[in-house]
């Protein structure tokens, strides 16, 4: 079969060439491409570039000025572009052997899979190129969870969470797709049921370079997971608890320190208003900002709506500590947890509308290409 291999890369210069050459050799004989989408801010299109010239096979070069969705945007991107119906994804980092593509096409090829996922954790696969003890803990434990959540979709995998697979480009909807961080995987088998076959690969050591991985990706994490399962709304109040216990940690804070409850509620409130609109932008509303206006415009909706309805509901905790002689910390989590419908309504309809635009024709990321045709 024709194969495009899709690698997204953010500052990964010092992997190219190695990976071109690797690749390049692991396919020997067979008709396929190479293409990075790449988000750098270092020279890694540049050494891209280099390392293409001097292949013997076609590497095409995406390079995203205003890189969207992370890496799974990258990924989707690279579908978009892919000369190829099946195509490979796997890391920039070498962690992915691809001295395994060889065996995850001949999986493929019995024609009984709509995908092949790279597996550490199925039987000959290993898991030894995570950092550390607590980074192999915390996968396992996240598989684990991702599973729970999609037992029907994800029973026919023991890795949802691996970047190294093979998929059939048109079995999946890509305009379904709604890629957030890293993990596009779990993205394309919770969208729609696949046929899912695995091989076992040893999840190798970083050939060179840092780690991506943070708190940040984290948090990404637990958005999409949640948004897979039970919609924004959920991922909405993930954000709107982090933000609660914040406001309550907060202000009992405040009061232990000897500051009234009111004023100790007000100076929370304005915190935590400031903090969840942040993630409200770069978590739950990610895929509708580019659409919605100005970000300062953003805020400000934000911030007058959520300083209005703590008007409100400050009264509110008021009445209850004084009338109902309820302790002011429960107080404040009650009218919190009164306010969250309120408040999605609020941000999803008016805050991250999309604006009404003249339509224009938008036009896909050019790919750039070097070495010799595909099957040429």
């Given at each position: 079969m024709d194969l495009t291999v899709i690698v997204p890369t953010f500052n990964e210069g010092p992997n190219v060439a190695e990976l071109i050459r690797r690749v390049g050799a692991s396919l020997s004989g067979r008709s396929f491409e190479i293409l990075f989408v790449d988000d750098s801010t270092d020279d890694t299109p540049d050494l891209i570039r280099q390392a293409a010239d001097a292949a013997d096979f076609p590497v095409r070069l995406i390079h995203r000025d205003q890189p969207s969705a992370g890496l799974g945007g990258a990924v989707v991107d690279g579908f978009h572009a892919a000369s190829s119906r099946w195509c490979l994804v796997m890391d920039g980092d070498l962690q992915h052997p691809?001295?395994?593509?060889?065996?995850?096409?001949?999986?493929?090829?019995?024609?009984?899979?709509?995908?092949?996922?790279?597996?550490?954790?199925?039987?000959?696969?290993?898991?030894?190129?995570?950092?550390?003890?607590?980074?192999?803990?915390?996968?396992?434990?996240?598989?684990?969870?991702?599973?729970?959540?999609?037992?029907?979709?994800?029973?026919?995998?023991?890795?949802?969470?691996?970047?190294?697979?093979?998929?059939?480009?048109?079995?999946?909807?890509?305009?379904a797709l709604r890629p957030r961080g890293f993990k596009i995987l779990l993205e394309i088998l919770a969208r729609r049921q696949l046929r899912i076959g695995e091989v076992p690969f040893a999840f190798a050591s970083r050939y060179a370079g840092e780690s991506k991985a943070s708190f940040a990706q984290g948090m990404r994490f637990l958005t999409q997971l949640a948004m897979l399962r039970f919609g924004r709304m959920s991922a909405f109040a993930l954000v709107g608890g982090v933000g609660a216990v914040a406001n309550l940690v907060i202000m009992w804070g405040l009061i232990r320190l000897g500051m009234d409850y009111l004023p100790a509620a007000i100076v929370a409130s304005e915190v935590t208003i400031i903090g969840n609109f942040l993630l409200l932008e770069y978590l739950v509303f990610a895929d509708m900002r580019a659409e919605s206006g100005q970000m300062r415009v953003r805020f400000i909706k934000s911030f007058a709506f959520n300083n209005a309805e703590a008007i409100i509901r400050i009264p509110i905790l008021a009445l209850l500590v004084q009338s109902a002689h309820i302790p002011s910390v429960l107080a404040a989590a009650i009218t919190l947890a009164a306010a969250f419908v309120v408040r999605f309504v609020y941000h999803a309809l008016f805050v991250y509308a999309p604006k009404r635009v003249a339509q224009t024709a938008v036009k896909p990321p050019v790919a750039e290409a070097t070495g010799r045709t595909l099957g040429s």
């Open positions: 691809p001295e395994d593509i060889p065996r995850m096409l001949d999986r493929a090829a019995g024609g009984d899979v709509d995908i092949v996922v790279a597996s550490r954790y199925v039987a000959g696969g290993t898991a030894g190129g995570l950092a550390n003890a607590t980074r192999t803990a915390v996968s396992r434990a996240s598989t684990l969870v991702t599973k729970s959540m999609f037992p029907r979709k994800l029973n026919g995998t023991t890795d949802p969470m691996t970047g190294f697979f093979l998929v059939d480009r048109e079995a999946i909807e890509l305009g």
